[in-house]
C-alpha cells in the first residue's frame, strides 16, 4: 500500500525520525536509542517513512541503513508555499476589509 506522505510525517515519532536522518544515515538499533520505545516500534515507524517513500534503505551485510529522500521533502515544502499564498491572500483581503472598518468610524 502507498501512503501519502503526510501520512508519514503525521505523528511526532516519525517527525522526530526524519530529523534524525537528516543528519545522517542511520540503522534501527541507532535510531531506537534516540526513543523511549522498543526497536519493533521504531521499525514500525521506518516502514510507514518506506511506504511514503520519504526513506530509502540499504542492506550493508547484515544491518540495514536509512537514509533520507530530501526530495520528497521539496513535494511538502512545495504544497506548504501554495497554502501559504492562499493564507496570506486571505489575510491581505482581510487586513482590507479591518481599513475600510476603521474608515467608516471616523
Not at 9 to 28: E, F, G, H, K, S
Not at 47 to 74: F, N, P, T
Not at 99 to 106: F, I, M, V, Y
Request: glycine fraction near 2%; charge should be positive.
Amino acid at each position: 500500500m502507498r501512503r501519502d506522505i503526510f501520512q508519514a510525517i503525521a505523528d511526532p515519532t516519525r517527525r522526530a525520525i526524519v530529523m534524525l536522518l537528516a543528519v545522517q544515515a542511520m540503522t534501527p538499533n541507532a535510531m531506537a536509542e534516540h526513543f523511549e520505545t522498543s526497536r519493533q516500534a521504531v521499525s514500525k515507524h521506518i516502514r510507514i517513512l518506506v511506504e511514503c517513500e520519504l526513506v530509502d534503505q540499504e542492506q550493508l551485510g547484515r544491518e540495514i541503513q536509512y537514509s533520507l529522500r530530501a526530495g520528497k521533502m521539496r513535494e511538502m515544502e512545495k504544497w506548504l508555499e501554495q497554502f501559504k499564498a492562499v493564507m496570506a491572500k486571505r489575510f491581505s483581503q482581510l487586513d482590507d476589509v479591518l481599513t475600510q472598518l476603521k474608515a467608516r468610524k471616523k
